[in-house]
């Protein structure tokens, strides 16, 4: 069973608009958690890295939260751009083997205009 | 910022032939690199974890002597893929760990590889 859990796995928005991906993810010890923006055959960019003590990290109109406790992530697009059609990918990495990162499904986002 | 630099983008070769990616960290060193597969809406795959100047070890499933890591300095590391077969044929990802920034990890561009 995949430890990083995203949803949804795809969604469609209009240009302009929000939208709010989610990551559940059982990894543990948790050391980190990404969230990585990928386009269609390219490599994943980062999009922000937040620790256990972060709650809210934002990269312009990305802004991602996390809670440790339920082990709960979310990254949230603010006024979306056609330029933000993209797989969202969430990580997360644990304490035990830095480097093997835990990968979510990633969750594909079109905007359209 | 840190790049990462992957090369061919894509490479198309036929059946039985050996097709090497390189990876290489352009602005700084890079003790560990790993190296991913990922298909169509799928999510990245490691395949294995390549340390500068020893042997790279190999995720469970990933045939070592079809895939081929030499880590053979700082700044490079090179995936061959060896006879390789239509099944082979995928996205090929790599990824550098920055040298005592151990939280900053970049990707490559990533390599389509397709095999007639």
């Known amino acids: 069973k995949n430890q990083v859990e995203q949803s949804p796995q795809s969604l469609i928005i209009l240009e302009g608009k929000n939208c709010t991906l989610q990551c559940n993810y059982t990894v543990s010890p948790f050391s980190n958690l990404r969230w990585y923006k990928q386009d269609t055959g390219r490599g994943p960019v980062s999009l922000t890295i937040?620790?256990?003590?972060?709650n809210t990290k934002s990269n312009g109109r990305y802004t991602a939260t996390l809670d440790a406790d339920t082990k709960q992530s979310s990254l949230h697009i603010t006024a979306s751009q056609l330029s933000d059609s993209a797989s969202y990918i969430c990580?997360?990495?644990?304490?035990?083997?830095?480097?093997?990162?835990?990968f979510g499904a990633g969750t594909q986002v079109v905007v359209t205009p | 910022g840190a790049v990462v630099s992957q090369h061919p983008s894509w490479v198309i070769c036929k059946s039985g032939t050996s097709v090497k990616i390189e990876c290489r960290s352009l602005?700084?060193?890079?003790?560990?690199m790993f190296w991913y597969r990922q298909f169509p809406k799928q999510s990245l795959m490691l395949m294995a974890t390549?340390?500068?100047?020893?042997?790279?070890?190999?995720e469970q499933g990933v045939e070592k002597d079809k895939f081929l890591i030499n880590h053979a300095s700082l700044t490079l590391s090179t995936l061959t893929v060896t006879s390789a077969h239509p099944e082979d044929s995928s996205f090929y990802i790599c990824s550098a760990v920055r040298t005592a920034y151990n939280e900053k990890l970049f990707f490559g561009s990533g390599t389509q590889l397709s095999v007639l």
């Open positions: 990580v997360v990495v644990s304490t035990d083997s830095w480097g093997k990162l835990q």
């Open positions: 390549s340390n500068e100047g020893s042997k790279a070890t190999y």
């Open positions: 937040m620790t256990f003590s972060e």
């Open positions: 602005d700084f060193q890079a003790t560990t």
